[in-house]
């Protein structure tokens, strides 16, 4: 969904390695999500946020910050990057807009760690 | 948390072809969601079916809460289908989505 951009796309990065991954949405939802995907995996939750004041973790936050700079920027960082954080993250958002909260997902970040 | 299971794992189609996805949920839900996942990697939401019966096109979606499944239908099926349906589910306990592990759809022309 165009409304909900991550930068970069691509990112190959070695050992030991502080690496951010940025995510902005235009659709001025108040929710965000930090996912990963693992080959033949399902997504899991990494962080999410439910406000700009609000940050949780999810079920695999070790080896993870995030920072929710404002309403529209949340961004993920791994402090020491090691390979078995070799995944496709994806960045989602949300609301409850009529009681229906709707994920929408962005292009997603192929990272490598060498 | 909720457990979330797919069925089958992988799916191969003739283009024009039937079929329906399932998706089973250890526990009561508030939110369930469908999704599909194109061969580039990109994720789009179809549906969001905490219960009851949606069409979107060639797709369509029942979810019977009482008994704790989804049901996800594609009807003649056409090659851009291909690609992997998640199913995804909340309870009203919880504030994260649970996915389940996909299927895999490959549709042949």
């Known amino acids: 969904d165009a409304d909900v951009t991550q930068t970069p796309r691509n990112r190959i990065t070695k050992t030991g390695k502080r690496i951010m991954l940025e995510c902005s949405q235009t659709?001025?939802?108040?929710?965000m999500y930090w996912y990963r995907q693992d080959p033949g995996l399902g997504l899991r939750l990494i962080y999410y946020?439910?406000?700009?004041?609000?940050?949780n973790k999810g079920e695999i936050s070790d080896g993870y910050s995030v920072s929710r700079q404002a309403q529209a920027k949340f961004s993920l960082s791994l402090e020491s990057a090691i390979p078995n954080q070799t995944a496709l993250y994806f960045c989602?958002?949300?609301?409850?807009?009529?009681?229906?909260?709707?994920?929408?997902f962005g292009p997603g970040t192929r990272l490598t760690v060498l | 948390g909720i457990q979330v299971e797919q069925s089958p794992p992988d799916l191969i189609l003739q283009e024009g072809a039937n079929s329906t996805l399932r998706c089973n949920f250890s526990?009561?839900?508030?939110?369930l969601q469908w999704f599909h996942q194109n061969p580039w990697g990109q994720l789009i939401n179809l549906f969001y079916?905490?219960?009851g019966t949606k069409q979107n096109g060639r797709l369509s979606a029942t979810t019977v809460a009482t008994e704790r499944y989804s049901l996800l239908y594609i009807s003649s099926s056409q090659t851009t289908d291909s690609g992997v349906y998640f199913c995804?589910?909340?309870?009203?306990?919880?504030?994260?989505?649970?996915f389940g592990a996909g299927t895999t759809v490959t549709v042949r022309a």
């Open positions: 659709k001025g939802h108040d929710r």
């Open positions: 526990d009561s839900v508030n939110n």
């Open positions: 079916i905490p219960s």
């Open positions: 989602a958002t949300s609301d409850q807009t009529g009681g229906v909260d709707t994920q929408y």
């Open positions: 946020s439910f406000d700009v004041k609000d940050i």
């Open positions: 995804a589910a909340l309870t009203s306990n919880d504030y994260k989505l649970s």
